[in-house]
């Protein structure tokens, strides 16, 4: 079975510090990853997603993930924040194969200090 | 191009009252999902179609939740009767194939009180 853990359900930074939300996966087979975000009172849109092409993977808004197979990691991050980068962070977890119905993390709240 | 698009964005029932969700899938998606968020369960998928057949319905309560898609272009997930734990917000989202993007709807924000 494949799960996600999103490590802490709230991230505080500063504007203009990095952002790291840290996400980690398991899958039986190669997955396809994704990270989404959620505006206040908006459904989910897609940040950027991997499947198996670059390892290094860059989405909108300045943001970028690393797949790093030997940790089972795809941590989103962006080099500085802006005030309107508050918002909700989902990782999700897709298999390339067999089921194909993503798993998403619990969520991690993004709080930008001005 | 439209996204997906859902119906009603907010609603005010009382408990027992019949609550029905609608939603419009993107044109040519043959994946469609309903997901539930609540701040204690988080994202829960509760039911998905491919092709308007019902492939995995395990997440979605069956004594009082019921979902349907007639066509390619609708679905509708059903609530008979309400109940105040069922306050959430219903997502509908909709994909192409496997491994690509889901596109979610802006969501119903449903109050049973």
């Known amino acids: 079975a494949q799960s996600v853990t999103q490590l802490g359900s709230h991230v505080s930074v500063s504007e203009g510090a990095l952002v790291l939300l840290r996400c980690n996966y398991s899958s039986s087979v190669p997955p396809y990853l994704f990270w989404y975000v959620q505006y206040p009172n908006q459904g989910l849109q897609l940040l950027l997603k991997y499947t198996s092409a670059a390892t290094l993977v860059k989405g909108i808004n300045g943001f970028e993930a690393e797949f790093k197979k030997s940790e089972t990691s795809f941590h989103l991050t962006k080099p500085s924040a802006h005030m309107s980068d508050a918002a909700e962070y989902f990782c999700?977890?897709?298999?390339?194969?067999?089921?194909?119905?993503?798993?998403f993390g619990r969520g991690t709240s993004l709080i930008v200090h001005p | 191009d439209a996204g997906v698009i859902q119906s009603p964005r907010h609603e005010v029932t009382e408990m027992g009252q019949e609550v029905t969700l609608r939603c419009k899938p993107i044109s040519g998606h043959d994946y469609l999902f309903w997901y539930r968020q609540t701040m204690m369960q988080g994202l829960e998928l509760l039911v998905y179609f491919n092709n308007k057949a019902v492939m995995d319905d395990s997440g979605m309560p069956k004594d009082r939740f019921s979902a349907k898609m007639p066509n390619a272009s609708f679905s509708t997930l059903k609530i008979q009767p309400s109940e105040p734990r069922d306050s959430a917000v219903y997502f509908c989202?909709?994909?192409?194939?496997?491994?690509?993007?889901?596109?979610f709807g802006e969501g119903s924000w449903l109050t049973v009180v």
């Open positions: 989202a909709s994909s192409f194939q496997p491994g690509n993007t889901i596109y």
């Open positions: 999700a977890v897709s298999k390339t194969g067999g089921s194909y119905i993503p798993t």
